[in-house]
Nanobody
Framework: QVQLVESGGGLVQAGGSLRLSCAAS????????MGWFRQAPGKERQFVSA????????LYADSVKGRFTISRDNAKNTVYLQMNSLKPEDTAIYYC??????????????????WGQGTQVTVSS
């Protein structure tokens, strides 16, 4: 089992920045992909970004390209999401997820094996 704990959410004005962190513990081993999803009220969960173990492969949703940056520190089993130029439509609960095995980054939530509890991000206009 892998446990994931997110942090860094909060309330920010439009145009502001937040940095989310997600620390993995337990049987972390050599986790392949770490990623972020989000779910706004009344909407389905959607993919935000993912990063491979080496960091050489990155994937972003079109809605966040150029504004969000994903990174990971394997020594700390932690993935980060730097969110800049935030918009009210970025308001959602952000979930961290890990894919234990694989070779290709996925935008499908079904590809991920473990999930965090989520952290709320609220962007005011």
């Amino acid at each position: 089992q892998v446990q994931l704990v997110e942090s860094g959410g909060g309330l920010v004005q439009a145009g502001g920045s937040l940095r989310l962190s997600c620390a993995a513990s337990g049987r972390t081993g050599s986790l392949y992909a770490m990623g972020w999803f989000r779910q706004a009220p009344g909407k389905e969960r959607q993919f935000v970004s993912a990063i491979s173990r080496s960091g050489s492969s990155l994937l972003y949703a079109d809605s966040v390209k150029g504004r969000f940056t994903i990174s990971r520190d394997n020594a700390k089993n932690t993935v980060y999401l730097q969110m800049n130029s935030l918009k009210p439509e970025d308001t959602a609960i952000y979930y961290c997820a890990v894919q234990r095995w694989g070779g290709v980054l996925s935008t499908r939530d079904g590809s991920y094996d473990f999930w965090g509890q989520g952290t709320q991000v609220t962007v005011s206009s």
